[in-house]
């Protein structure tokens, strides 16, 4: 069952004057995306939903639509589709007058469009929803009819079996702190790391690469972290570690210490700047990976800092401006 919405990819052929320009402004290019909030490559709106004409907003829309990308889909056309409920209920309007289009049965069309807002991760896709219109492609939605069981040949449902030859199963992931809670890290009082974040309400570090009690553990996409494209994620956090580790290198010199850690007191005003972050935008009205809805026993709570990147830039910034404050070397 198709939860979410998803708009065109734009994949295609790249046009060689395209490939000149980015081969010509490749630097300019990088440059932006540490001043823009998502990193991929492209101006984001500060137009107001509501400052447009409404016999002009369509032609937005489509022109978005038309261009491919799904962040560019939310970010580009207006400023507030994250955290307007009249500007994201137009979106949504919008994506499922899309949906009916190409989907030309009127039941799987039903199934495939959702009915939340338009507040998770951005999705694009290259002919998903055309897939449906081949008689060999249904679509089952598992509020209906849940799964009870993996029989021999299939899977039954509480409505019917399902004969099947082979079974995918696509049930999400255990994203951000998952990945780092099933490797067996240890503090610097012997603590497993999984430790602290199951007494907290959510998983905790400082700017999202280090976590009080765990000195010298630098990440790369912790908890906490941007929510943008991933290559300027990675990027920009290992810069901010190779900082950190030349800031320690310098501390050793001076004074013999070698050992960078973080306060308990930055790990909780950085989570409360993230929350702050995510309540001003209507994704915690959604259940997502973002917020660990899709795993089971998972606290739900936001892992990222949903501001952008230039945002969190400028923390970083503030940060080193200030003798690294909320680091310590001991």
Not at 27 to 54: H, M, N, R, W
Not at 202 to 215: E, N
Not at 284 to 295: A, E, K, L, R, Y
Request: with cysteine.
């Amino acid at each position: 069952m198709a939860s979410h919405y998803s708009v065109p990819s734009g994949n295609g052929p790249v046009d060689p004057e395209y490939r000149k320009f980015i081969n010509e402004n490749y630097d300019k290019i990088l440059a932006q995306t540490k001043k823009s909030a998502t990193c991929f490559g492209f101006e984001e709106s500060t137009t107001p939903y509501a400052s447009v004409a409404p016999e002009d907003r369509e032609a937005v829309f489509q022109t978005l639509w038309d261009k491919g990308n799904g962040f560019r889909f939310m970010f580009g056309g207006f400023s507030d589709i994250a955290s307007n409920t009249e500007a994201n209920d137009a979106a949504c309007a919008f994506v499922r007058k899309k949906i009916a289009e190409k989907v030309r049965d009127p039941e799987k069309a039903r199934k495939l469009t959702p009915s939340e807002p338009y507040a998770r991760r951005p999705l694009c896709d290259h002919g998903y929803y055309e897939q449906f219109n081949r008689d060999n492609v249904d679509v089952v939605d598992l509020r209906d009819e849940p799964i009870e069981t993996i029989t021999e040949t299939g899977i039954r449902t509480t409505a019917r079996h399902y004969d099947l030859d082979i079974i995918i199963f696509a049930t999400g992931f255990d994203a951000v702190d998952g990945s780092f809670n099933r490797v067996n890290i240890r503090g610097s009082k012997g603590q497993s790391l999984k430790e602290p974040w199951a007494k907290a309400d959510t998983p905790k570090s400082f700017l999202g690469v280090i976590v009080s009690g765990f000195p010298n553990m630098f990440m790369i996409l912790g908890p906490q972290g941007p929510f943008v494209n991933n290559p300027s994620a990675i990027e920009e956090q290992s810069e901010l570690n190779v900082k950190l580790i030349l800031h320690t290198e310098e501390e050793r010199l001076k004074r013999g210490k070698a050992v960078i850690d973080t306060t308990p007191e930055a790990e909780d005003a950085w989570v409360d700047i993230c929350n702050a972050s995510a309540e001003a935008t209507l994704f915690p009205q959604t259940g997502s990976w973002i917020f660990g809805n899709n795993t089971k026993g998972k606290k739900v709570a936001s892992r990222f800092f949903l501001t952008g990147m230039a945002a969190y830039l400028g923390y970083v910034n503030d940060m080193i401006s200030h003798g690294y404050k909320g680091y310590r070397i001991e």
